[in-house]
């Protein structure tokens, strides 16, 4: 029988952990020493939640979360407050703001970096041995399934109610973004096809918030969306009129960001 040496076995122990398959850092920023990728996710679009000093700022967009672990054989242990500090710092000296920071465990920060709006969510813990990146760089989704005035007025006519997707207000506020366009082209061009039909437009939202919050939130944001149908596309006022029922009427179920996604809309109810 032959007998390993306990050196030999130290050696295998202490070998250099592999980054995970398929994971990189995050394109401006490097990793702390000695630490290799032991969980790695990114999507094309998702959504997160970001501490601020002001409560959570929902940011959706390109999407990153990287766990970092310390090698084994790391002849040194950084702290937590280093690690944080470390990503602040580096943030900061390209132009980026601390958002908020709750001392030596967690950390918000925000970058504007050639006209990309980048946020930037550091964890550490577990005595400076793992540390946790999460990164959205802010942009719209690129609408891939669409809806037209064809398909809302067969809605209309089989249901009485449509509802409308990319409609877009950045978070908590009630002013139509420019990526709105085309839907709201597609909603005028519904109305002049159909210059009998009279539409309630009902402004939705998902379960985030106060109540009450929602239900005036809904509805400004309903109303805005009939104020652009008359100022841009000569939709007679008294062809609209604008409701907002916050959470009340979900389609999906608000524990999933696939669901809560669903039930932020405008329907269009005939009148």
């Known amino acids: 029988m032959v007998l390993l040496s306990p050196v030999l076995f130290l050696g295998a122990a202490l070998a250099q952990r592999q980054d995970a398959e398929g994971s990189k850092d995050h394109p401006i920023l490097s ?60 943030i900061k000296r390209i132009g980026g703001a601390v958002l908020w920071d709750n001392g030596d465990r967690d950390a918000t920060l925000k970058l504007e970096l050639q006209g990309r709006e980048i946020w930037i969510g550091v964890s ?44 877009y207000f950045d978070i908590d506020k009630a002013v139509v973004k420019p990526e709105t366009g085309p839907a709201l082209q597609e909603i005028a061009a519904l109305l002049q096809k159909n210059p009998k039909l009279n539409i309630h437009l009902v402004g939705h939202t998902d379960s985030t918030g106060l109540f009450d919050h929602n239900l005036k939130l809904s509805e400004a944001r309903a109303a805005a969306v009939v104020n652009a149908l008359v100022t841009q596309h000569g939709i007679a006022a008294a062809r609209l009129r604008a409701s907002g029922v916050g959470q009340l009427s979900p389609v999906a179920s608000n524990r999933t960001e696939e669901g809560r996604a669903r039930n932020r809309r405008v329907e269009l109810v005939e009148q």
């Open 124 to 167: 550490a813990g577990d005595g400076g041995t793992r540390y946790y990146l999460t990164t959205v760089e802010k942009e719209a989704m690129q609408q891939e399934v669409t809806a037209n005035a064809a398909a809302w007025s067969s809605d209309i006519a089989n249901s009485g109610h449509a509802a409308v997707y990319g409609i």
């Open 31 to 90: 990793r702390m020493p000695n630490f290799y990728v032991y969980g790695y996710d990114e999507k094309e679009f998702d959504r997160y939640e970001f501490q601020t000093s002001d409560g959570k700022a929902a940011i959706e967009g390109h999407y990153y979360s990287i766990a970092y672990y310390l090698q084994d054989n790391s002849p040194k242990t950084p702290s937590n407050l280093q690690i944080i500090r470390n990503v602040e710092n580096a």
